[in-house]
């Protein structure tokens, strides 16, 4: 919900509405409705007036300025897709995300921390002064009570795979949410990357994302999935050309933090990006789950 950067930020920008790219994506991952419907909604014009625009989210900011609140705007599209669950924001609130750098500079907007990494002119060549030291909200955003709820009921968190510090860490950042997490019975699965973010988490191994996660949420994860495997040579010379690399998994590393290690074989998708198979990893999470649930055996 601190999204600022492609179409979601220019509508947020010009309209005051919170970035409904997320949301979109995430309601129509969970629609069983046809597949041109979700297709409509993920349509994005490349010619002008509206060259960038997604028609899913201009749909968002109509039923939220016809509505009169995000909430309902999304409860509408929910029962258009024909969702299988629910479609929670962490806020109501309208913040954005800062981070802070080793070097004291504050970059401030979730686009402009994305492309740390990237040829910018308002920023110096990447260095070790450029990593980020910390990210936190302005200003500060309390959580949805509905996100409370849902963390205090579940029966299990999965923290998804994403970028560390724009796309997963922010979530924490909200006012309610950590505290939830670690009042949370539930047993935590944190989704361990594939590959690193240049800007972000240059030569960042499996234990220092987990460590992160941690500090954000002050609790660590129950078990950690990961890819057994290697990443196909041409894949990681096409990443490399992005300063992007294969997170290192040190084992040892995440023992001694004290977090279960679960191997998959199968959870990378094998098509022209490096990324997790939804189907397979989900699958994989819920044998995890499964075995994470099951009731100890009483000592004989």
Known sequence: MMDSGGDSGVLRDAYGVLPPGDLRRCLIALS???QILRDIFSYRFEEPPLTGHNL???FFLALT???GSERKAIESIARMLKIKGRVIP???DHSHLNAELDNGCVIVGEANIDVLGSAN???PEHDETRSIRRVFLVPPAAANPDALDAINEANILVLAPGDLFTSSIPNLLVDGIAEAIQRATAPMIYVVN????HGETDGYTASQHIEAIEHYAGRLPDAVLLHDGSIPSRLVTRYNTEHADPVELDIQGIRDLGVSVIWRKDIMAADSLVRHDPERTAAALIDLS???LKPARPHT
């Open 65 to 67: 300025k016809t509505s």
């Open 194 to 197: 594939l590959m690193t973010k």
């Open 121 to 123: 002119p308002a920023l």
């Open 32 to 34: 069983d409705e046809s």
């Open 290 to 292: 499964e075995c994470l």
């Open 56 to 58: 899913g989210n201009l």
């Open 90 to 92: 962490v806020t109501w």
